[in-house]
């Protein structure tokens, strides 16, 4: 598990606040939909906000498997 900490004032390209929300959101989505070029990374993720500025983002990937 991952706990990301987004820096104040970030915005979209439309000027909107980018929320922990939207960033989990994307994950997730993009995993559940299969998104082209995304679900390669995100396949295995899960992300929860935790509040306005902190996601915490999960693999089903044990880190230990993945040491070569």
């Not at 104040?8 to 929300?21: I, N, R, V």
């Not at 070029?37 to 498997?65: F, G, M, P, Q």
Request: aromatic fraction near 8%.
């Amino acid at each position: 598990t991952y706990t990301y900490t987004l820096r104040d004032g970030l915005k979209w390209s439309d000027y909107q606040p980018l929320t922990a929300e939207d960033v989990a959101w994307t994950i997730n989505t993009s995993r559940d939909q299969v998104w082209l070029n995304h679900s390669a990374v995100t396949a295995n993720l899960s992300a929860v906000a935790i509040d306005e500025r902190t996601v915490e983002i999960t693999s089903a990937v044990d880190r230990k498997s993945t040491r070569l």
